[in-house]
């Protein structure tokens, strides 16, 4: 499978001197799902901010796709990836719905038909189209994060980054988040989320990043959600489900579950076995 994204020996310092990014080596692949994990103020942020170019590099390389991350290819970056804030609020600044959807693909210098299209479909892939017309100040918190989300569907990216995108949403909300993230991956799309919920993490990523002070503390599979060492050393905690199946006696049964679905598959395992 083809990388997405590169990113090698990136250091990153803001002005007044805090050194946020130490040497960050990282592949993303095309159409995978990856989540960022780490505490607050590891450094998520600051990254993802280099993978659409609202940050550049200061030492190391960015790569995305074909290019690399610089002042000169900035715009063109922001093309092909698209970042979701963690506050709608810094996102959304026009009177309506429709009209600040349409910001980012007219401002790409798209044909107005060609901006209608497109606005219509990402009204309809988030499931605000009833919303269009209202103005964004008048909705709710989830309600405005759909109008963020639309406004970067809009641009059509490759790349969907979001950053933090279940804070403050309530289960609802959550799990229609859940649905447009699976529809964007089975789109095709590659997406990255920064978060600290593990149990999101389990349930959804293909690939796992943990960051930690602004190094890669460690990468793979789900299966580093249970390593006590990394779980620890990043101040994170055990995928819910982890932590009930850690607290019973072992069964010879090597699998270990961290979703409700796997755990739910291995409990009628052990009833069927003792029935
Ligand atoms: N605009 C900024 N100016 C100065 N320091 C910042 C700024 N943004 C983040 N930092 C600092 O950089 C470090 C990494 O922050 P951040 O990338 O926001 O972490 P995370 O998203 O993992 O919580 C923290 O020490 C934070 O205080
Ligand atoms: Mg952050």
């Known amino acids: 499978m ?15 001197g805090t050194q946020a ?22 450094g998520k942020s600051t990254l993802l901010l280099h993978f659409n170019a609202l940050n550049l590099p200061q030492t190391g390389k960015v790569r995305v796709e074909d290019l690399e991350v ?3 290819t900035e715009k063109i970056v922001r093309t092909k990836v698209g970042m979701v804030f963690q506050d709608p609020d810094d996102q959304i600044f026009s009177m309506t719905v429709r009209e600040d959807v349409s910001f980012g693909p007219l401002n790409m210098g798209l044909s107005s038909e060609e901006v209608v299209v ?48 279940f804070a403050y949403l309530d289960p ?21 989320i920064a978060t600290h919920d593990v149990d999101l993490a389990a349930e959804w990523a293909d690939k796992i990043v943990v ?11 789900k299966g580093i959600l249970i390593d006590p060492y990394i779980i620890e050393q990043a101040d994170l905690d055990f995928p819910t489900v982890a932590k009930i199946f850690k607290e ?6 090597f699998f270990f579950p961290m979703t409700i679905e796997e755990a739910v598959s291995k409990i009628k395992r052990i009833i069927r076995r003792n029935n």
């Open 21 to 42: 990014l130490k040497g960050i080596n990282l592949d993303i692949k095309k159409n995978s799902r990856v989540a960022i994990l780490g505490p607050n103020g590891a």
């Open 172 to 192: 609802r909300g959550k799990k229609g988040l859940l649905q447009i993230l699976g529809d964007l991956s089975e789109e095709g799309k590659t997406i990255v």
């Open 118 to 165: 497109r606005v219509e479909s990402a009204l309809r892939a988030v499931r605000i189209e009833d919303l269009a017309d209202k103005a964004p100040y008048h909705l709710s918190y989830g309600q405005k994060k759909r109008v963020a989300i639309a406004g970067v569907l809009a641009m059509r990216p490759d790349i969907i980054i979001f950053d933090e995108p």
């Open 2 to 16: 083809v990388n997405c994204i590169e990113v090698r020996d990136l250091f990153f310092s803001y002005e007044e």
């Open 70 to 72: 610089s002042k000169k």
């Open 248 to 253: 019973l006696p072992e069964d010879g049964d």
């Open 211 to 221: 960051i930690q002070e602004g190094k890669v503390l460690a990468e793979g599979d």
